[in-house]
């Protein structure tokens, strides 16, 4: 079992930074991936980045590539979401999630692909 805990909520204006913080409860050494979705009100919610706990590999949905950054602290089995060049649009419900199985191809950008979830912090961006 694992349990996500997000931080970092906040209400910003647009071309602001914000980070987010998932605190993961599981042994880290068990977990796969971890990533960022997010989901505005009544829309789909969409994949924002990932990362590969071994090896640290990277993905990105294209709507935030070259504005968000996604890391991990193995030591505080923390992943984060550095959120820089913030506009309205990214505003949503930000949900960290995770996955012990491994993830290959189109799996990492679809919610199917993670089995826990946290539940969610409250990014808004204002114009």
């Known amino acids: 079992q694992v349990q996500l805990v997000e931080s970092g909520e906040g209400l910003v204006q647009a071309g602001d930074s914000l980070r987010l913080s998932c605190g993961a409860s599981?042994?880290?050494?068990?977990?796969?991936?971890m990533g960022w979705f997010r989901q505005a009100p009544g829309k789909e919610r969409e994949f924002v980045a990932a990362i590969k706990w071994s090896g640290g590999s990277t993905y990105y949905g294209d709507s935030v590539k070259g504005r968000f950054t996604v890391s991990r602290d193995n030591a505080k089995n923390t992943v984060y979401l550095q959120m820089n060049s913030l506009k309205p649009e990214d505003t949503g419900v930000y949900y960290c999630?995770?996955?012990?199985?491994?993830?290959?191809?189109?799996?990492?950008?679809?919610?199917?692909?993670?089995?826990?979830w946290g539940q969610g912090t409250q990014v808004t961006v204002s114009s």
């Open positions: 599981a042994r880290t050494f068990s977990i796969f991936a």
């Open positions: 999630a995770a996955t012990l199985a491994a993830l290959y191809g189109s799996t990492w950008y679809k919610r199917d692909g993670y089995r826990y």
